[in-house]
């Protein structure tokens, strides 16, 4: 089996039991609504800081769903010991990680999508406009964000501490993707919508860089 | 301690576990040839799990080599003290898994198969996390064995398992190491289980202490383990 068709298998069995349980997203998408609601009470949203701060806070609210979906990817896989089922069934570690890679991106979209409608009313922005430029910076920072946190998610589902760890490391490795998606977005959502190329260079590259060295050096992320 | 000049299944030469400044295993030399059933016995902590879990690949060993079957990693069958299984999943959904992702041919009929032989054809479509251990404990073996490997590693394969269950692992195990299968397990005590081994290697502090053929030493090692 190639490494393509194992991690297709995998990311069935990822959305299988997502969706059959709806743990993760249901949760998540509470949890995010609620962050959004309580920051739109913190301004006029008629004003323009609104404009100024929205992206901003849309994008933590993004790190604070990211945070929460991805705790469990590889937590999930300790307590029955099936990390080392899959290790032995893969015919490449890296296989494992694109199916979580792609589950937790998917999640971590359809949250967004659904984040949406309701940012744009209570924020008083104009997304239909820029819909498509929106979805192709939320794809590439979504992509950023869970290629680091799956990664990172690995190393602390084997420590100590391991609920602390993952925010604690997730937070400054992100930084540069929370500031580059959060000043694209700004670009997008201005009176006169434009988009910083710079921005979306800048995630294409985190994402491409993050990859290679999760198909690098996976393998060793997931040895005891 | 295989018999001269058959081909070695399974070779460790001067393998070393460290975890920080504790030995786990020290100066292990084995050689398992092919077709023997080999019993692992001695106390907790003497080292049978992580000299398995190296065996499996699982975990890398701090000095010396493994060497299965000529190559370093061959495809292994591995039951450890967890079921390694989702709960869940269905026990047809877990075995279809493990399957598609070990490339077994024609996997739905293999999976069919298991189904029956450990008696769980009619709670297939089941979750999990209804069975009971010993339920579960079944699945376990037979994912291990969806790819009818040539070297089974068990790690305690009776835990939670009934006299019926245990009998049917026995059963299972008498048929792979017939058609010649490899197979090395940890064992406590003595069980039908461990009437089926050809050879019996006890560990003690993670060194290799006693290591013989006789079916006497077998059961004195055994005894010892239990006792102990």
């Known amino acids: 089996m190639s490494v393509l068709s194992n991690a297709a298998v995998l990311l069935g069995k990822e959305l299988r039991t997502e969706f059959r349980s709806r743990e993760l997203l249901t949760t998540t998408i509470v949890f995010v609504v609620m962050v959004i609601i309580l920051f739109s009470f913190t301004f006029n949203s008629f004003s323009e800081d609104s404009r100024r701060f929205a992206p901003g806070l849309l994008w933590l609210s993004f790190l604070f769903a990211a945070s929460l979906m991805l705790q469990p990817c590889f937590l999930r896989e300790q307590s029955n010991d099936t990390l080392s089922a899959l290790r032995l069934s893969v015919s490449d570690a890296f296989a494992i990680f ?92 201005d009176r006169n919508p434009y988009m910083q190329w710079k921005g979306v260079g800048f995630l294409a590259l985190f994402d491409v860089v993050f990859l290679t060295a999760l198909w690098l050096f996976g393998e060793y992320l997931l040895e005891e | 301690m295989s018999a001269p000049g058959a081909a070695a299944a399974i070779r460790f030469d001067r393998i070393d576990k ?50 299965r ?64 251990r010993g ?27 009934d006299s019926l269950s245990v009998s049917w692992l026995a059963r299972t195990l008498q048929q792979l190491r017939d058609s010649g299968c490899t197979i090395l397990l940890s064992l406590h005590g003595e069980s039908e289980i461990s009437a089926l081994a050809t050879r019996a290697v006890r560990l003690e502090a993670g060194a290799v202490e006693a290591d013989s053929t006789s079916g006497a030493d077998l059961k004195t090692m055994l005894t010892f383990s239990a006792a102990k």
Request: hydrophobic residues 50%; glycine residues 8%.
């Open chain 2, 135 to 161: 339920m579960r404990q079944r699945v376990a073996v037979a994912r291990a064995l969806l790819h009818r490997p040539s070297l089974l590693l068990l790690d305690e394969p009776a835990t939670g398992l």
């Open chain 2, 18 to 67: 460290r975890y920080g400044g504790i030995y786990a295993l020290r100066r292990v030399s084995l050689e398992i040839a092919k077709g023997e059933c080999v019993v692992l016995c001695g106390r907790n902590g003497s080292g049978k799990t992580t000299l398995l879990r190296i065996a499996a690949g699982l975990v890398r060993s701090s000095a010396g080599t493994v060497t």
């Open chain 2, 69 to 132: 079957d000529g190559e370093r990693f061959a495809p292994v069958g591995f039951v450890g003290h967890a079921t390694m299984v989702y709960d869940e999943l269905t026990a047809e959904e877990n075995l279809l898994l493990f399957g598609r992702l070990l490339g077994v041919p024609e996997v739905a009929a293999r999976v069919n198969g298991l189904l029956e032989e450990t008696g769980l054809y009619e709670r297939r479509a089941s979750l999990l996390r209804t069975f009971s």
């Open chain 1, 98 to 189: 694109l199916a979580k890679l792609a589950a937790n991106t998917l999640f971590l979209l359809i949250t967004e999508i659904l984040l949406l409608p309701i940012f744009a009313a209570l924020y008083n922005v104009q997304v239909v406009p820029v819909l498509h430029w929106l979805l192709l910076v939320f794809v590439l920072g979504s992509l950023g964000v869970s290629l680091a946190g799956t990664a990172l998610s690995a190393i602390s589902a084997q420590a100590r501490m391991r609920e602390l760890l993952l925010p604690l490391l997730l937070l400054p490795l992100l930084t540069p993707v929370l500031v580059a998606s959060a000043e694209v977005t700004v670009g997008l959502l």
